[in-house]
């Protein structure tokens, strides 16, 4: 309870206690991250890049990740994350980004830490989220400034990812058998429809009720043939990758099975499937609902970090734990 309040006192003042704030550029963009050591001055296992997933993203994810960020600088782990462009204190705009702009943004920000900070590639780990599963696979495979990473509820491709949400969406809205093949069928249009490159007035001629934005329109437009199975396959470091069985954005069991046939160099990539959790890792008992509301909010920092599956962060921990161990160890 006492950290419920905690948490609201450092959301209303915008910066988490004991955070160094630390800006970088990236093109135009100069972006505000926030550094938070490892608690009780806890030996540095390891620094950990958190890469954001869709939306308008403040550094802590409107306050979630904090419940992840508190127990795993308990393990001595260092925190690094950063307002998307044109969010809090970063300049720019993320929805002008594609998911190559947002790979070159995390390469600048690893830059950043490592510039500032003791961290080499070998303890320089990222943990991305959702959307992030179209930019950490790639740097995973081409960046040799980090030693591993973490993805939670990544899914391959973006049109199938969106097509297995329409159809979580309406059965959560009790649709009938037809409205839901409908549904999938419009979403089957629509993908066809972008495919002809079209205007944001052409798009507005046939988008019906609640069309998106012309910013969320070129957003989608410039990003929705993201694919990430040439990155998974050439991953070339230690990867973990996470999905909740509860997940209603990405089709967890899909992607689970893909990976029983994929192929994995070396046995770098690791994947679990987490039980009673969301696509965020939330309770799925308490959390399973789409939509990130007030009530959620309120439900999420009174329980901190009880709101988590309960196999998520001994699941995560333990695993980084391996990666973080010193070199000469690891050949033990």
Do not use: C
């Not at 702009?101 to 961290?119: K, L, N, T």
């Not at 470091?237 to 899909?254: E, F, I, M």
């Amino acid at each position: 309870m006492k950290r419920f309040f905690w948490l609201l006192f450092t959301l209303i003042l915008s910066v988490p206690v004991q955070a160094q704030i630390i800006t970088f550029a990236h093109g135009d963009n100069q972006l505000q991250g926030h550094y938070l050591a490892a608690t009780d001055n806890l030996p540095t296992k390891a620094v950990l890049l958190f890469v954001h997933g869709d939306g308008e993203m403040p550094y802590d994810a409107k306050g979630f990740y904090e419940l992840i960020w508190h127990p795993l600088r308990e393990q001595g782990y260092a925190i690094f994350s950063w307002d998307k462009a044109g969010v809090g204190g970063s300049s720019g705009k993320w929805l002008n980004q594609s998911m190559k702009d947002r790979q070159e943004e995390v390469a600048a920000a690893i830059e950043a830490i490592q510039s500032r900070y003791p961290f080499s590639a070998h303890n320089t780990g990222l943990l991305g989220f959702s959307q992030a599963g179209w930019v950490v696979p790639a740097l995973a495979n081409a960046s040799t400034n980090i030693g591993f990473a973490v993805g939670i509820g990544f899914a391959t491709n973006w049109v199938q990812q969106g097509e297995y949400l329409t159809l979580t969406r309406m059965m959560q809205a009790n649709a009938s058998p037809s409205e839901i093949k409908q549904a999938i069928h419009a979403h089957r249009e629509q993908i066809a429809f972008f495919d002809r490159s079209p205007s944001y007035q052409e798009y507005l001629q046939q988008a019906g009720n609640n069309p998106m934005s012309e910013n969320r329109f070129q957003f989608v437009l410039k990003n929705y043939q993201a694919d990430a199975s040439q990155d998974f396959n050439n991953i070339q470091l230690p990867v973990l990758l996470l999905w909740g069985d509860s997940d209603l954005n990405v089709d967890a069991s899909h992607e689970l099975n893909l990976w029983q046939h994929r192929p994995n160099p070396n046995n770098h990539v690791e994947t679990r499937m987490i039980a009673n959790a969301t696509h965020e890792m939330l309770r799925a008992d308490l959390f399973n609902e789409s939509g990130y509301g007030i009530g959620m909010w309120l439900k999420m920092m009174f329980l901190e970090e009880d709101a988590l599956a309960p196999d998520f962060l001994p699941t995560l921990i333990k695993w980084l734990n391996v990666q973080t161990q010193p070199p000469s160890i690891n050949k033990l």
